[in-house]
Structure formats: structure tokens, C-alpha cells
């Protein structure tokens, strides 16, 4: 199979990480090979249809473009999800103590608050 003329990706704009899922995005519509040299990320589009090819490569220019923004957030908002999850998760901890005394104890607590409100005000109140 003989590939079309390379798309060059500069290196020092797009991470590898960036280029790979923009190319994941047209495994549907190309096949798909990967060159490099010293300063490009060489990708190869071939369509498995035949629309145009520089019409591929202009979509795979969108593309990068949309796959770096989503890294960028990605790196930005790193750490405030991982916060988010921490505390979601420190939060839906079970329970350690053992089902039945929990149950008891809060039966108990029940049974003293129950006796509280049922004693007469003036009988505890009067002098």
C-alpha cells in the first residue's frame, strides 16, 4: 500500500500524546502511518475512500488544534480533580463499627433523648 505525502507535525508544538489522538479520530476514514525526524512527527494519510487527501489533512490540522487544547485543560485541571475525587472518596467511607452495636448505640441514644422530653418540667424545675 502506498501512502500519500507526509503531513509534517512540528515536535516542539504537539506532544506525541496529542498527535495519537488525533489520528485515533480518523481510523475510521484513513489509514494511518507514523514517521519522524529530527524536528516533525511525520504522519501519513491515506484515505480508504476517495475524497481528497489535503481535505484529510486540513481536518487533522483541527484536530491537533483540538487535542492540544484538551491536553492543556487536561494538565490545568489535574489537581483540582484529584482533589475532587479525594474527598468524594473520603467521604463514602464505610462505616468500620460493627453493624449491631451501631444499631444499639443509636437505640440507646434514642431511649435517653425519649426520657428527656418525658419528664415533667415542674417536677424537674421546682425548688
Known amino acids: 500500500m ?33 514517521g519522524e525526524d529530527e524536528k516533525y512527527w511525520l504522519v501519513y494519510l491515506q484515505p480508504k475512500e476517495n475524497p481528497s487527501v489535503e481535505n484529510f489533512q486540513a481536518l487533522f490540522e483541527n484536530e491537533l488544534l483540538l487535542q492540544a487544547v484538551r491536553y492543556v485543560t487536561y ?12 474527598r468524594a472518596m473520603a467521604t463514602s467511607m464505610i462505616d468500620q463499627t460493627e453493624p449491631l452495636k451501631r444499631v444499639e448505640q443509636e437505640e440507646n441514644s434514642e431511649k435517653d433523648s425519649l426520657r428527656d422530653i418525658l419528664q415533667d418540667w415542674y417536677a424537674l424545675h421546682e425548688e
Open 75 to 86: 494538565q490545568q485541571t489535574k489537581s483540582l480533580r484529584e482533589i475532587l475525587l479525594a
Open 2 to 34: 502506498s501512502f500519500c505525502k507526509p503531513f509534517p507535525v512540528l515536535k516542539t508544538m504537539f506532544r506525541p500524546e496529542v498527535v495519537l489522538k488525533a489520528a485515533y479520530q480518523f481510523l475510521d476514514r484513513c489509514y494511518i502511518h507514523f
